[in-house]
């Protein structure tokens, strides 16, 4: 049926005439395709070459992908830049030793969770006057051994120990032979010393800064409604001869704090939360290392199960009874006291032996 106007596709003669159309008009599709692909390729050349660009496993960037059995290798590669050398090795020994356990002991993802759990809680439990990762590193054992590495005596000098977490609050000055504690509150005692040099020569002017427990095994900042603050603290300077001397009482020996994470630590180790009873000291004079130490009583129960592992032998003194009421009225002491005497020797500070 023919069409008004213009020539019936159907037909063989109207196909004819079509087909020159129809392939002009493929033509310039084409082309508009063509230029729109390079258009494209042009404007995003990244999708493409990200592809080529993917590591393959014998690539430099392949090998910086995780993996079980090199998983210290590449974290330790990606901090070999750092320009702190001792940063670099502390921290390349770190990554080797915490992966090295993981995989010793097959930790589990409960597991842990549960040590990022306990993290938190020791950071949360740290207040101005308590500090509960000192706590951590005390049961651990890992005070004392940074101590040791530290402090070397060269045969000579007075020993150190730890510090212990109360030394948070500034000593009180006193004058030589002051009274730090209530004597109604505990067995009365006479703490006297010096401090020499290696060559045994006195250092006049040492600073002496003691803190201990009560006769019931706290810390001023552990009762702080019952004691003023730099109860049973006190910072003496030394006479002309080295000597120092204080009245005090007796410490008794304490748990540490038991009421945090540390405290659950231990109780889930199976370990008593004891230390035995002692007075802290840190000496210091200019030109000499300082001391930090403690003066352990002799009688005292847990000396050799101190759950912070800080006795040392040489540490431990007499703390013998003085009877003698005339003495005891010269030292301004009740009658009968005790009396220890602690000799203290400081090195060098540039004493490297």
């Known amino acids: 049926m023919a069409r008004t106007g213009g020539v019936?596709?159907?037909t063989p003669a109207a196909r004819r005439e079509c087909l020159p159309t129809l392939a002009r008009a493929a033509c310039h599709q084409r082309a508009r395709n063509e230029k729109t692909t390079m258009t494209a390729s042009r404007q995003t050349p990244a999708a493409g070459a990200a592809e080529l660009a993917r590591p393959t496993p014998s690539t430099p960037a392949a090998s910086r992908l995780f993996d079980e059995a090199r998983s210290a290798e590449i974290v330790i590669a990606s901090i070999a830049s750092a320009t702190d050398p001792r940063l670099r090795q502390v921290l390349t020994s770190l990554v080797?030793?915490?992966h090295s356990f993981i995989k010793d002991v097959r930790l589990t993802e409960e597991e842990w969770a549960n040590a990022i759990q306990f993290l938190t809680d020791t950071g949360q439990a740290c207040t101005s006057t308590r500090q509960e990762f000192i706590l951590l590193?005390?049961?651990l054992g890992a005070s004392m051994l940074v101590d040791s590495l530290n402090n070397e005596t060269g045969g000579i000098a007075t020993?150190?120990?730890v510090e212990g977490p109360f030394h948070l609050v500034v000593s009180p000055q006193r004058a030589l032979g002051d009274n730090i504690a209530n004597i109604d509150d505990?067995?009365?005692?006479?703490v006297t010393g010096t401090v020499t040099?290696?060559?045994?020569l006195p250092i006049p002017g040492a600073r002496v800064d003691v803190w201990q427990a009560d006769a019931h095994g706290?810390?001023?900042v552990q009762q702080s409604h019952l004691h003023p603050e730099g109860y049973l603290r006190g910072l003496f300077t030394a006479d002309e001869s080295g000597r120092f001397w204080f009245r005090t009482i007796v410490p008794r020996y304490y748990p540490i704090p038991g009421d945090g994470p540390v405290g659950r630590l231990l109780q889930a180790t199976g370990r008593h939360p004891?230390?035995?009873a002692h007075i802290h000291f840190e000496v210091s004079s200019p030109g000499r290392r300082t001391l930090t130490t403690h003066l352990f009583v002799a009688d005292s129960p847990y000396l050799y199960s101190d759950t912070v592992f800080a006795v040392k032998s040489s540490l431990i003194h007499e703390f013998p009874q003085v009877d003698d009421p005339v003495q005891a009225r010269e030292v301004g002491l009740p009658n009968p006291f005790r009396t220890v005497d602690f000799a203290v020797t400081l090195r060098a500070a540039d004493d490297t032996d």
């Open 8 to 10: 019936s596709p159907e």
């Open 197 to 200: 040099d290696d060559q045994g």
């Open 96 to 98: 080797n030793h915490l």
């Open 274 to 276: 004891n230390r035995p």
């Open 186 to 190: 505990g067995d009365p005692c006479l």
């Open 218 to 220: 706290f810390y001023d």
């Open 137 to 139: 590193s005390d049961v």
């Open 159 to 161: 020993e150190s120990t």
